[in-house]
């Protein structure tokens, strides 16, 4: 599996450092509150593991699917629900954790569907940001670990037609990879 990377961008211990930057501003931005964590399925799974480590805070945690890839390289745009959190988020100070905002399609969708219920408030923490790709204006995370560079990436979380989500870091896949 590690031979299918071309370029390693975001090394284990690059992405521990910003899981305790982001993981300490969340604590003292959350001081007395008790967020509602909701991690978006599937890619979001370990930086939601290794992000809510690093709060020191009483929370809950939930977890929802949806997907726009289905799989491949570009964002159909249609999101899908395909599992809902089991909490009530009324009055909840909502925080997504997601591990990339693209098109900004899956942030959007959740942002609105969430104020729609009646949360609190609704704030968003992203391992990553790749803004070049943004196809909704005005879609951006409060939190973000990296500003990303407009390529196909995998790992830790990221999958290319499902694999690669168990790396410990993110690279780039090669070329001959997704060519076939
Ligand atoms: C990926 C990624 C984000 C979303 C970002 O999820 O994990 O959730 O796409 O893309 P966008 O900004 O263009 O909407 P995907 O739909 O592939 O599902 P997965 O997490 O199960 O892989
Ligand atoms: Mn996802
Ligand atoms: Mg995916």
Redesign the pocket.
């Known amino acids: 599996m590690n031979d299918d990377i071309q370029t390693i961008l975001y090394s284990e211990a690059k992405i521990r450092a910003a899981c305790q930057r982001l993981g300490k501003q969340l604590t003292h931005d959350y001081q007395g509150k008790k967020p509602l964590v909701i991690c978006?399925?599937?890619?979001?799974v370990p930086f939601t593991a290794d992000l809510i480590k690093q709060m020191d805070l009483y929370m809950d945690i939930d977890f929802i699917?949806?997907?726009?890839?289905?799989?491949g390289t570009e964002?159909s745009g249609e999101?899908q629900m395909v599992k809902d959190i089991d909490e009530d988020v009324t009055g909840r100070d909502v925080l997504l954790v997601?591990?990339?905002?693209?098109?900004?399609?899956?942030?959007a969708?959740l942002k609105k569907l969430f104020a729609k219920r009646g949360a609190a408030s609704v704030q968003v923490c992203m391992l990553m940001d790749?803004p070049e790709?943004?196809?909704i204006e005005g879609i951006s995370a409060d939190y973000v670990g990296f500003n990303v560079p407009n390529e196909f990436l995998v790992g830790y979380?990221?999958?290319y037609q499902?694999k690669y989500?168990n790396l410990p870091y993110v690279g780039i896949l090669k070329p001959e990879i997704y060519q076939g």
């Open positions: 978006v399925l599937k890619g979001a699917d949806v997907s726009s890839y289905h799989g964002s999101i997601d591990d990339i905002v693209d098109t900004g399609n899956t942030l969708y790749k790709a943004r196809q979380g990221l999958d499902g989500r």
